[in-house]
């Protein structure tokens, strides 16, 4: 069965520095999303991507975020400049087209990259 | 603004007993709404959904919810919990014209051999 993929599972950076998390969408996927889960906390939505572009961020995706498909395939999370409290887990989702007559609510989720900022 | 509530952070039922984890709503219409499993370590695995239609769906692994409008709930229940059902219950919540999710704070179910 097709799933989300994503590396690495586990990246430990320091604070300032940046990172890049990246994904890979199920293939025929058009919709594709970042969540992210402190540690003992709910899930919260940073962005959704469609199209080549954003089509809705939450107010936790600063001006520090980026999201990008760089090309087919990968779907990648840049965190700028870091700082403790993006310690977090960090899930990829995608989800099908209208067009495919599938339902695009139902979303996929990744198992997740856990960064660790220190 | 929607919000989804999640009353119980903890659950310890004991294998072979019935299980239902309660998930409330707040949103003016009727939500696309969503259960998911998260075992440690693991990523979101999706039990069942409601869009539409018969307010009581079934899912994966032998749970079921169901839809009830007048009390803004969507209750996962199974009969007979397995140790293995032993993992962190999401209930998640999207609307029309958006497709993000908004997810409850999460129910931790232990199991009890």
């Known amino acids: 069965e097709p799933e989300v993929t994503q590396t690495p599972s586990h990246q430990v950076t320091q604070m300032g520095q940046e990172v890049i998390l990246r994904c890979v969408p199920i293939?025929?996927?058009?919709?594709f999303y970042w969540y992210r889960q402190i540690l003992g906390q709910k899930v919260e939505f940073l962005v959704s991507?469609?199209?080549?572009?954003?089509?809705?961020k939450s107010e936790i995706f600063d001006d520090q975020f980026s999201v990008e498909r760089p090309d087919g395939s990968n779907f990648t999370l840049k965190i700028r400049s870091t700082k403790l409290e993006d310690s977090a887990m960090y899930f990829c989702?995608?989800?099908?087209?209208?067009?495919?007559?599938?339902?695009?609510?139902?979303?996929?989720f990744g198992p997740g990259t856990r960064l660790t900022v220190t | 603004a929607q919000s989804v509530t999640q009353p119980d952070i903890h659950i310890t039922v004991s294998e072979g007993a019935s299980l239902e984890l309660r998930c409330n709503y707040s949103?003016?219409?009727?939500?696309?709404l969503f259960w998911y499993v998260q075992s440690p370590g693991q990523g979101l695995q999706l039990l069942l959904k409601?869009?539409?239609?018969?307010?009581l769906v079934q899912g994966i692994k032998g749970f079921e919810a169901e839809f009830k409008r007048s009390q803004s709930s969507f209750n996962l229940r199974k009969p007979s919990v397995h140790w293995s059902d032993a993992a962190e219950y999401f209930c998640a919540v999207s609307t029309p014209g958006t497709y993000k999710y908004i997810f409850g704070t999460g129910t931790r179910l232990k199991v009890l051999a």
């Open positions: 293939s025929n996927h058009l919709y």
């Open positions: 409601y869009f539409s239609g018969d307010t």
């Open positions: 989702a995608s989800s099908e087209a209208l067009l495919s007559g599938r339902d695009p609510y139902e979303q996929y």
């Open positions: 991507f469609y199209n080549n572009e954003i089509s809705e």
């Open positions: 949103y003016g219409a009727t939500p696309y």
